[in-house]
DNA sequence: ATCGGTGGCTAAACCGGTTTACGAACGGTA
DNA sequence: TACCGTTCGTAAACCGGTTTAGCCACCGAT
């Protein structure tokens, strides 16, 4: 009864039960092996009593077809992965992502795809590309200038990078990263404010034009002063990690060097939070005293006391459709040569965060431009 | 150059990139498939000269080694699943979960397997585990009596359950749940709180006994009460869903039925953040008018005002204890027969949402009982 | 009685690697 | 020169399924 027959009592006390596979099922039901794949996959081609039988028999022995075996004669894996170039620590530990994952994982579930992790190995993104079992890749927050980056697109996985440019001949998903900084900023302007403080994500690349999501959005910050006359100066630009810790000693360090902005600009929420608690810590009241807007509208924004005045974008949203333009590139892998691009909006949430800033000091800041 | 000769035009148009294989390599280089294997797997069985040649072609023209097929053949995947009863979209809205992930991955990156995430497939876990390929898994939010369990046990994969019991033959790691509560409903009862309201997570398991997470706090809430010569009444315990919305709804619900506790003890903080936010809305003070408890000590409670006193469990040592369990579990198979649990510690973590209720509050809530 | 068609099943090829068993060439020793 | 032990490489089996090509028996039609 118990697994396979000759080999009970090849080591004692070890786990005694082998894998059932094809082949026994079918010598103990006295057919092929083909009958018994047919069984399950095309039963037609087998007469009603013999596909039951079979059935019955796989059944009772505890027959599962091995997931590894039909996926190399199927060819796919029907599983999809989800490329971060951090650390999967830092990846769980990020709030927008797990909103993002929550897109994408929503898709491959109802299709009936796997999600895997896919972060560096032994800190190269391509080998830990070669090893992953999936048939596409959703690529986040990978720079545009990876070093690894053309080792990605030569691995010909198809692919779909989010918050970045088309690569030829694969799919992009991108938000309007300026417009909604430069709405954020039209309304600091518009309430008065002058003296203001950016803390940029990360990777603060300011350099090579529309490269990266702090590029883009600072642009637009710079886009909304412009317009109105004015102009940011390179000085109220600071990195802060996209994290509560990160904003909040960000902001502290500025504010114990001497800068004082009568509003900050976050390019995350979870820094603008951090920035909240530091005020909080520093006695300055929000919004009377000090205005701060974030960016991503996450849903910790309506829960911050006050709530957090930010720019939306739809990041759920963002992960359907990576999911989707993923498997729906899998479906048809020709495709067209253009490289489809899909844009989708942003637009500014006022909450409670942002205020006029007080008398006293907007005349302070117009005095000392 | 391009692909695999005989094929190129086939359908014009088409992708001509076909996937390089050994053959293929082997082919070009003049040698054996085997040779090709040895160049990479094992060099020593090859002259020098020939594995530098070998690696060279096939760098020149390439190849990776299909990562299914070797999986097949080397009979492992080197790839761990996460397995949860929930819809992925609930498994990354949940703060609590992401930061149990956080360990697991942690601890599996570090060793090079990857992270398969598995929920119901079409409603069945067994056929989403079936399709799996995974080496084992860690299970978490698996209730005692959920209907496919027995399936799972039978399928004979390795397992680490988490915060469940073991299963004969398998792994856990369980949280002192009832030391906590307990810890928690002493600290309120020793500020003198009387009336309390309890938020049970979802799945309100009271009857039999010891069952399922819900079940151990409450036994831990209701010892403090019988240590203190009291009774915790069964009205005064509600459900609510392990989210913000969840518990803000729920206080808010409890509180428009005319319950007017002195103090909330939440079994998750999420909830609790939810409750936060509802007394914020009645406008009722916290933590002069209203003490909460939360449970499980994530992040944010940090970082709500006021900081929430809540229960410590060490989530995400749990994920990395659960990881490091199986990949334990997949090196030794036997194992010895007796099961393995391993019971973490909790501690309750005094902030600023708790406090003596207010002297009138507290005159009225005596005389009521 | 012969032929053509079809239903039911099987043998063998295949997916793309890894690994085992073995053979040929080579160098050193008796 | 015959013998032996390495070194280097190959053919073939194997992992566990799916799928194609084809065999055989049985049926009705001519």
Redesign the pocket.
């Given at each position: 009864m118990p697994g396979v027959p000759g080999q009970e009592e090849l080591v004692v006390g070890e786990a005694t039960e082998q894998?059932v596979?094809?082949?026994d099922v079918a010598r103990e039901a006295g057919?092929?092996?083909?009958?018994v794949?047919?069984a399950?996959?095309q039963p037609d081609?087998?007469?009603a009593g013999?596909a039951a039988r079979i059935r019955d028999v796989a059944d009772r022995m505890g027959y599962r077809?091995?997931p590894v075996?039909?996926m190399?004669?199927?060819?796919q894996t029907s599983t999809i992965g989800i490329l971060s170039p951090q650390a999967l620590g830092a990846v769980f530990a990020n709030p927008f992502f797990a909103l993002f994952a929550e897109g994408v994982a929503s898709v491959t579930e109802e299709r009936g795809f796997g999600l895997l992790f896919i972060s560096p190995f032994h800190g190269s993104l391509a080998t830990a590309l070669d090893r992953a079992t999936v048939d596409g890749v959703v690529a986040i927050g990978l720079d545009e200038r990876h070093p690894e980056l053309d080792a990605l697109r030569r691995g010909g996985l198809p692919t779909v990078v989010v918050d970045a440019p088309a690569w030829p001949g694969h799919r992009a998903i991108l938000v309007d990263d300026e417009g909604g900084a430069r709405e954020a900023a039209s309304h600091l302007l518009g309430l008065g404010h002058r003296e203001v403080l950016v803390l940029a994500v990360q990777p603060a690349i300011d350099e090579s034009g529309d490269q990266g999501v702090s590029g883009r959005r600072l642009a637009g910050y710079r886009a909304a002063f412009e317009a109105a006359g004015l102009s940011l100066p390179g000085s109220a630009v600071v990195d802060a990690p996209a994290t509560i810790e990160g904003g909040e000693s960000a902001f502290l360090q500025a504010w114990t060097s001497g800068a004082r902005p009568s509003a900050v600009m976050c390019m995350s929420d979870a820094a603008a939070a951090g920035v909240l608690a530091g005020a909080r810590r520093l006695g300055v009241r929000v919004p009377e005293e000090l205005s701060i807007v974030g960016f991503d509208d996450l849903p910790l924004t309506r829960f911050t006391d006050p709530p957090l005045t930010t720019v939306h974008q739809p990041v759920r949203r963002k992960g359907e459709a990576a999911a989707r333009m993923l498997l729906e590139a899998l479906r048809r892998p020709s495709g067209d040569d253009q490289d489809h691009t899909l844009v989708l909006e942003t637009r500014l949430m006022v909450r409670r965060s942002t205020a006029a800033p007080s008398g006293d000091r907007c005349q302070e800041v117009v005095v000392a431009r």
């Amino acid at each position: 009864m118990p697994g396979v027959p000759g080999q009970e009592e090849l080591v004692v006390g070890e786990a005694t039960e082998q894998r059932v596979r094809i082949a026994d099922v079918a010598r103990e039901a006295g057919v092929s092996k083909a009958a018994v794949s047919f069984a399950f996959n095309q039963p037609d081609r087998l007469s009603a009593g013999t596909a039951a039988r079979i059935r019955d028999v796989a059944d009772r022995m505890g027959y599962r077809p091995h997931p590894v075996a039909r996926m190399l004669s199927a060819g796919q894996t029907s599983t999809i992965g989800i490329l971060s170039p951090q650390a999967l620590g830092a990846v769980f530990a990020n709030p927008f992502f797990a909103l993002f994952a929550e897109g994408v994982a929503s898709v491959t579930e109802e299709r009936g795809f796997g999600l895997l992790f896919i972060s560096p190995f032994h800190g190269s993104l391509a080998t830990a590309l070669d090893r992953a079992t999936v048939d596409g890749v959703v690529a986040i927050g990978l720079d545009e200038r990876h070093p690894e980056l053309d080792a990605l697109r030569r691995g010909g996985l198809p692919t779909v990078v989010v918050d970045a440019p088309a690569w030829p001949g694969h799919r992009a998903i991108l938000v309007d990263d300026e417009g909604g900084a430069r709405e954020a900023a039209s309304h600091l302007l518009g309430l008065g404010h002058r003296e203001v403080l950016v803390l940029a994500v990360q990777p603060a690349i300011d350099e090579s034009g529309d490269q990266g999501v702090s590029g883009r959005r600072l642009a637009g910050y710079r886009a909304a002063f412009e317009a109105a006359g004015l102009s940011l100066p390179g000085s109220a630009v600071v990195d802060a990690p996209a994290t509560i810790e990160g904003g909040e000693s960000a902001f502290l360090q500025a504010w114990t060097s001497g800068a004082r902005p009568s509003a900050v600009m976050c390019m995350s929420d979870a820094a603008a939070a951090g920035v909240l608690a530091g005020a909080r810590r520093l006695g300055v009241r929000v919004p009377e005293e000090l205005s701060i807007v974030g960016f991503d509208d996450l849903p910790l924004t309506r829960f911050t006391d006050p709530p957090l005045t930010t720019v939306h974008q739809p990041v759920r949203r963002k992960g359907e459709a990576a999911a989707r333009m993923l498997l729906e590139a899998l479906r048809r892998p020709s495709g067209d040569d253009q490289d489809h691009t899909l844009v989708l909006e942003t637009r500014l949430m006022v909450r409670r965060s942002t205020a006029a800033p007080s008398g006293d000091r907007c005349q302070e800041v117009v005095v000392a431009r």
